[in-house]
């Protein structure tokens, strides 16, 4: 089962770019990488899902070089809505979907 | 579009008393996972069931037990409630791929569970 390791919080100012870096160095050839955004009192909300390379969609972008043993998600020109808990997870065949220590951004005005 | 279901949204009991939590899946998905959040706490994952078997087990008591019956719907019990088990339960959905988990999780608003 991959571990997960990410940073426990970061602080940024509105309309920056976020970075947040996931280690998975035990990750499986058959593993996914998925991150997750989480406000308080509300379930977990899918951001993005790669497997390799770079994936982008509407949100974020996720950079996955080619050892896979990390992971990035680049939130574009944050704002204070942004404020959340980040979850990367790592699974992929029969393993259960477990969730790491997240990585709480705080933006700040 | 229609999202995963729980109910209810908030629940109050007390010490040594059962509890019954609900989810209705997204149509068509057939996965199932529950998940504990106690708070300032990360979601802890229970259990989960892939096409009405389950499919794993995570830190669940004992004293808890959860079914997917026929309709796809899951029902997570608890008995001799303890305060400890106050905490925020989530339900997940997904389409699972011959059980495979990594397709994406659509979660639930929760059930706040407090125990008095």
């Known amino acids: 089962l991959a571990k997960t390791t990410q940073p426990i919080s970061m602080d940024s100012y509105e309309g920056q770019e976020v970075n947040i870096t996931c280690s998975h160095n035990?990750?499986?050839?058959?593993?996914?990488i998925t991150w997750y955004q989480q406000f308080p009192s509300q379930g977990p909300r899918f951001i993005i899902q790669?497997?390799?390379t770079k994936v982008t969609n509407e949100v974020a972008s996720l950079f996955i070089p080619a050892d896979r043993k990390s992971s990035t998600l680049s939130l574009p020109r944050v704002s204070l809505s942004d404020t959340a808990v980040y979850y990367c997870?790592?699974?992929?065949?029969?393993?259960?979907?477990?969730f790491g220590t997240g990585t709480k951004l705080q933006v700040i005005p | 579009a229609a999202g995963v279901i729980q109910s209810p949204r908030h629940l109050i009991k007390e010490k040594r008393e059962t509890a019954t939590l609900k989810c209705y899946p997204i149509?068509?998905?057939?996965?199932v996972y529950w998940y504990q959040q106690g708070p300032g706490q990360d979601p802890q994952f229970l259990i989960s069931?892939?096409?009405?078997?389950?499919?794993d087990k995570g830190s669940i008591p004992d004293r808890f037990s959860a079914q997917q019956f026929s309709d796809y719907h899951s029902e997570l019990n608890m008995s001799s409630l303890e305060l400890g088990d106050s905490a925020l339960y989530f339900c997940?959905?997904?389409?699972?791929?011959?059980?495979?988990?990594?397709?994406?999780?659509?979660f639930g608003s929760g059930t706040q569970l407090s125990v008095l």
């Open positions: 149509p068509r998905h057939d996965t």
């Open positions: 997940a959905s997904s389409l699972g791929v011959g059980g495979r988990h990594h397709e994406k999780l659509f």
């Open positions: 069931f892939y096409e009405k078997m389950q499919s």
């Open positions: 035990n990750i499986a050839t058959n593993d996914y």
């Open positions: 997870l790592v699974a992929g065949g029969y393993q259960k979907v477990t």
């Open positions: 790669g497997y390799k």
